[in-house]
């Protein structure tokens, strides 16, 4: 019996491994054409300074509206880019796109907005990602400090030395490295020490969760990265509450639903118009996006 019940697991194992496959493979050829096509874009959601609520950067998250398919969310869509090497043209996309937005931003009324700009571990291990950051800049008559790019532990700890030297190099044109989703990775705090980042992204997960056992943990991480001198963001910032939590913690900068969700650029710009003329994001109720 037990045998048989094994056998069929298997079985059963077998076939959704090879629709997952075929999936994938289609999934893949449909993101090629959308790229050609155009039907990328990407959204812009606040960065905020929780001390004044001075909106200081923007986070680009890149959203795929297919045709065919309807919306699809990153998290569907970027791993299996990254499984079949498309990631490396959708990634130099997403960062010429947003570095375009940033510099009509700056040449506007704000210059000294800044664009966060995630970068996959394959993007970041390529040999020429220095260059391709360095060139791109250039291109678009931006100075480093213009740009911050988001990456995990996990991209950063694979080859230590290599990254440290990738991220100092860039670090000396003014461009700024965010340990992104920071909490839930795996990987030892004295990586921390060792990797020049500039900023902390606490997960979530830890705002989600501060109102049962999280304070004491926030408290722990923001202390902490206080102590390396780094500059904090908590992410996924919803609720007033959660805020004041925040601010009591002397956290440095969040980002969420409360201020604004990820937008098209000329919503996020004319969010952005409002808050420097006095209202804060927190008070306007965006609408969902
Ligand atoms: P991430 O970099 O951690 O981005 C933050 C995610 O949290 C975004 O999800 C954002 O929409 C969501 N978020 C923001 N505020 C709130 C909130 O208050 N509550 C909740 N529940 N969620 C909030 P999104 O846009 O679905 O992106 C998911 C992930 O996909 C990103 O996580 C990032 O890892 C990846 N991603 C997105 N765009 C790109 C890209 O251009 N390149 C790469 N390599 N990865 C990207
Ligand atoms: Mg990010
Ligand atoms: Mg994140
Ligand atoms: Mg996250």
Not at 11 to 39: I, K, N
Not at 114 to 135: M, P, T
Request: net charge negative.
């Amino acid at each position: 019996q037990a045998k048989k019940q094994g056998k069929n697991t298997w079985r059963f194992y077998d076939e959704r491994c090879h629709q997952t496959a075929t999936e994938e493979l289609q999934l893949d050829a449909q993101l090629r054409v959308a790229l050609t096509r155009g039907e990328f874009e990407v959204h812009y959601q606040p960065l905020v300074r929780l001390g004044d609520e001075r909106v200081l950067g923007f986070e680009a998250l890149l959203r795929w509206l297919s045709p065919v398919l309807g919306p699809v969310p990153p998290l569907k869509f970027i791993p299996v880019a990254e499984e079949h090497g498309l990631i490396h043209d959708l990634g130099a996309w997403v960062l010429q796109e947003a570095l375009g937005q940033v510099k009509r931003w700056r040449d506007g009324a704000f210059p000294e907005l800044h664009v966060s700009v995630n970068v996959s571990a394959h993007q970041f291990a390529r040999e020429d990602f220095v260059g391709a950051i360095r060139e791109a800049l250039r291109a678009h008559a931006l100075p480093g400090n213009a740009l911050m790019l988001e990456l995990t532990e996990s991209a950063l700890i694979t080859d230590l030395h290599g990254s440290v030297a990738k991220l100092r190099e860039l670090h000396g044109l003014g461009v700024r490295f965010a340990l992104d989703d920071f909490g839930t990775g795996y990987s030892s705090l004295s990586y921390l020490q060792q990797l020049p980042v500039q900023v902390l992204k606490i997960d979530r997960s830890f705002v989600r969760d501060m109102d049962s056992t999280g304070v004491p943990l926030l408290q722990a991480l923001i202390t902490m990265a206080h102590a390396l001198d780094l500059t904090v963001i908590a992410e996924g910032v919803e609720t007033p509450g959660q805020l004041d939590v925040l601010r009591g913690l002397h956290c440095d900068l969040g980002q969420g639903y409360l201020f604004g969700h990820p937008q098209p650029a000329d919503v996020a710009g004319a969010a952005l118009e409002q808050e420097s003329s006095g209202t804060p994001l927190a008070r306007l109720g965006q609408p969902a996006s």
